[in-house]
């Protein structure tokens, strides 16, 4: 099925591997103009004559891989490939709604609960999603033999743990009612340690690194989001939610994933102590480099084992020489409803964590960057613009159609917060002004576009992306998950999202909806934004910026 392009794809991958830029050479140093090395640097322009050949099936196609795919197939050199079909997809559009379907996927849950998230909020929509967890864990304590349901929750150890009332106080009653039942993991990033550990203050300590992987599953239905487990993700804070239905093996997946990340983890006591399992290394006092090592082994044994289940289930399906199972006798059977129909949408679960040396989200995104063809159009989405310097040099020298959406000032989630953070939206004006200027300089100003979301009341979560290929009123692929893009995403946090390629009219019919909601709300930038008095930035702020702007 592959052909050539896994040849191609690996000679991309090892060059991404050599340069640690997917092939793009990193930024040069400033000289008097603050953009003058985009307008020096002719490998920019020249960067699509330059990049690697797109990968793309130049050998006969198997005649039983469906042909939708073939563009695409190259990211199951990486991760496992699950075909399903686009009838399981559904997206959904607003807080509320994803709100109301964890209640409704709680109380329905017979066999596991599994969440990760940045941090559970301690207002009384979070509270009553813990009703919901220990009313459901209720109804299996009391059923005939052993309870069945498991609860698996993964946090981050630092934003869990802020103030008095937090994340860890809201589920220890669930761990004293239900010690057999529950587990809480808080992952603790081995980057903070030390001295460090002891002077950064709460708050200014989560700028270090995160267990950011927003993953909601109940038996075998999956959410994937950006969203945290707090009140504005229920009410006014937009974001991305997608629920995979009756997806067995993708739910195993990320059990196994959450489960990974919660073995290296601390554990959380009934007594609101923590520690870690036995004969774990410990994230910050035990040896960073063997903890990492552990983590990173854990990690790529689940995606690994993954990967080859999924590769002899395609085989098995569409690849077996045994008599009886053509193309025909597998069509007989699907008729007579032996087999599963034919997928028609395949998921390709992406992992960034490069405090363990995984980088395989960053790949994959670099490539679909680096290869999509001129005419393609990508919608990319994130409520934090700071690109990081590989993404932008990609953006700004190859092919595609760009139209990139932001939160405006007003709907950024710090705006009109205290102290040093209430500058933060105002050094993302700065950042997106650098870049703009870094267009129009190109005079890209036409083929790269940025867009702002303005809502009043609400505020801007939602990132990812759409790609459109050249001709086509609809996408085919969409990233869907946590990652902003940004420095964090690649280098600091751990994240995770999913590559969904379809090729059902109806399914990209609701992603372009999707597409098309998020971007009704935006106004195009131009010159004279940067003109008006709110998106003006202090001195200071533009002096810090580029010290700090690797921490948000």
Known sequence: ???????????IIQKWLVTGTGGTTSALPDTECPHSHFLQSSWLLLAPLLTPPVPVITAPPCSLCPEG??????????VPEFGISSSHVKVLSSPAEFYELLKVQIKAAKRRVVMASLYLGTGLLEQELVYCLEETLEKSLQAKGSPDLRVSILLDYTRGSRGRKNSRTMLIPLLQRFPEQVRVSLFHTPNLRGLLRLLIPERFNETIGLQHIKVYLFDDNVILSGANLSDLYFTNRQDRYVLLRDSPEIADFFTELVDAIGDVSLQLQQDNTVQMMEGMVHPYQGDKVA??????????????????????????????????????SQQGSQASGNLKPEPDTWIYPLIQMKPFGIQIDEMVTETLLTEAERDAR????????NLTQAYMDLILGTRAEYRILLASPEVNGFFGAKGVAGAIPAAYVYIEHQFYSEVCCLQQQERVQLQEYSRPGWTFHAKGLWLYLAGSDLPCLTLIGSPNFGYRSVHRDLEAQVAIVTENKALQQQLHQEQEQLYLCSGVVSTSTFEQPSRYVKLWVKLVTPLIKNFF
């Open 1 to 11: 099925c592959h052909g050539q392009a896994d040849v191609c794809v690996m000679g």
């Open 69 to 78: 795919a073939h563009r695409f197939q190259w990211i199951r050199n990486l």
């Open 291 to 328: 903890y990492c090592e552990i983590a990173n082994r854990r990690v790529m044994e689940v995606i690994n084992s993954a990967r080859t289940r999924q590769e002899l289930l395609h085989a098995k399906t569409f690849h077996s020489n045994q008599p009886g199972n053509s193309l025909l």
């Open 378 to 385: 990508i919608y990319l989405t994130t409520g934090y613009f």
